[in-house]
């Protein structure tokens, strides 16, 4: 298993470009979330999934869109890039959503800085 | 006030020591607790469970109080490879499926 993939690692973008960060698993989670990481903050929900076809907002949701056709892809989609998107993205997924079903499985991250 | 509060350290110890970190959520109705691992530029990783009777898994335990809402984690006999940043994770039901909070961290550096 693979578990948790992201793509890309890095990327540079310039004010106002949009792009998609990928994210796949292969353990056949159903719930699956974005976070960014920035120093001093910890991980913050951007947004989460609770299966294919249904998607929610987390604590910082403006300026992206997600989509979850499937059970293993959840990409996410920066609309217009601004400077203050810069941070580390990680895509998670676990088994459910109580008791230890909650354990999160980590992509790598994806390292973004906007110009 | 944040929903769940660490002490950002960094905490520097010698190899071998005992060092044990706090961790305080906000929202009585938190139902589980986790302690999770960062390396460096890396991913978190689950480190264990906090269970409601307190648990040990080798050189780490980790408690829960919840009449004072905080967990612990303890580790003994630090090695080296201990130095990481760690994360307390509290989950609560919100809406369609459980809210889970992290806190911003803990550094921990073990020196030789």
């Known amino acids: 298993n693979a578990g948790v993939t992201q793509t890309p690692k890095f990327q540079v973008l310039k004010t106002g470009q949009s792009m998609t960060l990928q994210c796949a698993q292969d353990?056949?989670?159903?719930?699956m979330s974005w976070y960014r990481q920035d120093p001093g903050m910890g991980l913050r929900l951007i947004h989460y999934?609770?299966?294919?076809?249904?998607?929610d907002q987390g604590e910082v949701p403006n300026g992206y869109n997600v989509s979850r056709s499937t059970t293993e892809d959840f990409p996410l989609r920066l609309l217009s890039a601004a400077p203050s998107q810069t941070s580390v993205y990680f895509c998670?997924?676990?088994?459910?959503?109580?008791?230890?079903?909650?354990?999160?499985?980590f992509g790598p991250g994806t390292r973004l800085t906007v110009l | 006030r944040k929903e769940v509060e660490q002490d950002p350290g960094p905490f520097n110890v010698p190899e071998g020591a005992t060092v044990a970190f706090n961790c305080t959520y906000s929202?009585?109705?938190?139902?589980?607790f986790f302690w999770y691992r960062q390396d460096c530029r890396k991913e978190p990783k689950l480190l264990m469970s906090v269970y409601s009777s307190g648990n040990e898994d080798g050189r780490f335990t980790a408690q829960l109080n919840r009449a004072s809402q905080y967990i612990s984690l303890l580790i003994r006999d630090s090695k080296l490879s201990d130095s990481a940043t760690y994360l307390c994770v509290v989950s609560l039901l919100y809406s369609s499926a459980s809210k889970i909070i992290f806190g911003s961290g803990t550094r921990l550096s073990i020196r030789p």
């Open positions: 353990m056949n989670h159903e719930y």
């Open positions: 929202n009585s109705a938190s139902q589980s």
């Open positions: 999934s609770v299966g294919a076809g249904i998607t």
């Open positions: 998670a997924s676990s088994r459910g959503t109580s008791g230890t079903y909650n354990e999160q499985f």
